[in-house]
């Protein structure tokens, strides 16, 4: 992982005029070493005039060593990094020495020859001017999208404009992403065919690379330093492999990564300045918006406040403040509550970014916000049907296992305020209805219901629920396995199959528990006594 080039040998040889009748006699997979500068050196003790990525420009005058120093000044040129050696022949020798030929190869080293009538010195500064002109188009290439990139900040673009725009600028494939590693936007070039934009998504990095950078510290000093690196992917991944990766941070804060794809190109150090001078815009784009939805999230919380209190103000300028957030003013409307716990707070945030993520895709319009630990929010009665799909849909594909609750139809918004109460309910006793959904219904709880608003007075009266506290407080276990039978109908079979046990082990613990409660399993009427009561105790006992 390393910077851009900007020229590299074999460039030089197809550009450099005095050059194209030179001969590559050693190290020809080196011939990619990157070239900074050229260096006439020609006499003893050369190697310590020369730095990295240099390349040396000699008439092997100095060259009349023994045999291994020969070998021990080609080892030393390619530990100190320079990028290759350019010999004049024909006078102190006929060709470059077999011996500093062989250590060349073994060090990918390249070594070039070339006629002892070729000035060295107008060599040298032929190729000084091709590297100045280089830099020179690069710092007005870098410039033109600086200013192209900057523009679009200025006008209030977005990441997936800033994406599109630099991978038409670079004609490379381009992906943004957060500091966790998710997509925010991505971009190919323009002309690419069906096929391949098909494929988009494809060219985030593979998770095994992601990995690979984590583990290696890659990605803590890219945020340590924001500079880019090239990337080149572990063996095996699929192609593209090599890519460039800048941090985006704002004031030290990191917020994420762009990406760059070398695809079938090799890349230049212009791909390395464009990308941060892309990383710089969105940090820009993505501090504004953060500090845009802020400002909204506070605004959609003060409002959800007001509009689901009993005595909401809903003033014209108040409803005017809704309608802006996104509220459907003309429609009846649902509360949401999904109850997030210590444990899985993290959830409730991945939830609310999916949720907002999803809707805002499928055009739906809500409210939404964190309320007191848990998320709530406001939705048209209309797209019920359709968060329903979208909850099953993120219930399976994150695994989540919040609890949500919907509250019945408000038909005017001063009525919401209904509604939220019942959601928050049906969140609360979610867990207790055994159904299988990402959520449940205020009008689905039945009986729990009432057994949610029991006064103590009466709870105190139920001989079966003082039963069911004595089995609880004696072996919780039990009591489990007493509630998921009841829960399966008292199908036996079942119950065994849910809790894992042979069915034998799941009559025996029945067995004990109808003895410790004084029971008949084999009466409905004491089932349905149990059942309830067991929902009663664990009402409370939540």
């Known amino acids: 992982m390393h910077g851009g080039t900007v020229l590299t040998v074999r460039q030089l040889l197809e550009t450099i005029t005095m050059l194209r009748e030179s001969r590559v006699v050693a190290g020809h997979r080196g011939l990619d070493r990157v070239v900074q500068w050229p260096q006439v050196v020609d006499i003893p003790g050369l190697t310590d005039w ?68 070729t000035p060295l010195v107008e060599v040298g500064k032929e190729i000084s001017r091709e590297i100045i002109a280089q830099q020179r188009d690069l710092l007005a290439k870098s410039l033109r999208i600086h200013q192209t990139l900057t523009r679009l900040a200025v006008e209030g673009a977005n990441l997936q404009v800033v994406a599109r725009s630099l991978a038409q600028l670079l004609e490379r494939p381009v992906t943004i992403e957060n500091v966790d590693l998710v997509p925010l936007a991505y971009a190919l070039p323009t002309g690419e065919n069906e096929e391949y934009q098909l494929k988009a998504w494809q060219i985030r990095a593979p998770q095994r690379l992601l990995n690979q950078l984590a583990s290696s510290g890659v990605l803590a000093d890219l945020q340590r330093s924001p500079r880019a690196l090239r990337v080149v992917s572990a063996p095996g991944l699929s192609e593209p492999t090599e890519r460039v990766v800048a941090p985006i941070v704002a004031g030290r804060k990191p917020l994420g990564y762009v990406w760059l794809i070398a695809d079938t190109r090799p890349l230049s150090q212009l791909d390395f300045a464009a990308i941060e001078h892309a990383a710089t815009v969105a940090a820009l784009i993505m501090t504004k918006e953060e500090e845009v939805y802020r400002a909204t999230e506070r605004r959609t919380g003060d409002l959800l406040d007001c509009l689901l209190s009993a005595d909401a103000p809903l003033t014209p300028a108040f409803m005017a403040e809704a309608s802006d957030l996104g509220l459907t003013l003309e429609s009846a409307h649902n509360v949401l509550v999904v109850r997030g716990q210590d444990e899985s707070l993290e959830e409730l945030h991945l939830l609310e970014a ?152 799941l009559l025996y613990r029945l067995e004990k528990c109808a003895a410790l409660c004084g029971v008949d399993l084999s009466s409905p009427f004491q089932r349905l006594n149990l059942h309830v009561a067991i929902k009663a105790w664990m009402i409370k006992s939540r």
């Open 354 to 505: 999916r949720l907002r993520e999803v809707l805002a895709r499928a055009g739906c319009s809500a409210l939404m916000a964190q309320k007191h630990g848990n998320l709530v929010a406001v939705l048209p009665e209309a797209e019920i049907p359709r968060l329903q799909e979208i909850l099953a849909t993120l219930r399976h594909q994150e695994n989540l296992r919040l609890q949500a609750g919907l509250g019945g139809v408000a038909k005017h918004l001063s009525d919401l305020h209904y509604s939220y109460r019942e959601a928050q309910e049906a969140a609360y006793l979610h867990p207790l209805t055994g159904a299988d959904q990402p959520s449940i219904q205020f009008h689905e709880l039945g009986v729990l219901h009432w057994l949610y608003h029991l006064s103590d007075e009466l709870r105190a009266e139920n001989a079966y629920l003082a039963r069911i506290q004595q089995l609880a407080a004696r072996d919780e276990e039990l009591l489990h396995t007493l509630e998921v039978y009841l829960d399966q109908g008292g199908n036996a079979t079942a119950a065994a199959k849910a809790l894992y046990l042979h069915r034998s082990t």
């Open 50 to 117: 020369l730095q990295r990525d240099e390349l040396l420009l000699t008439t092997a005058f100095a060259l009349q060593e023994p045999l291994m120093q020969q070998r021990a000044l080609v080892a030393t040129l390619a530990e100190k990094g320079v990028a290759g050696m350019v010999v004049s022949v024909g006078r102190y020798f006929k060709s470059v020495p077999q011996a500093m030929r062989v250590a060349a190869d073994e060090r990918d080293f390249p070594i070039v020859e070339i006629s002892w009538q």
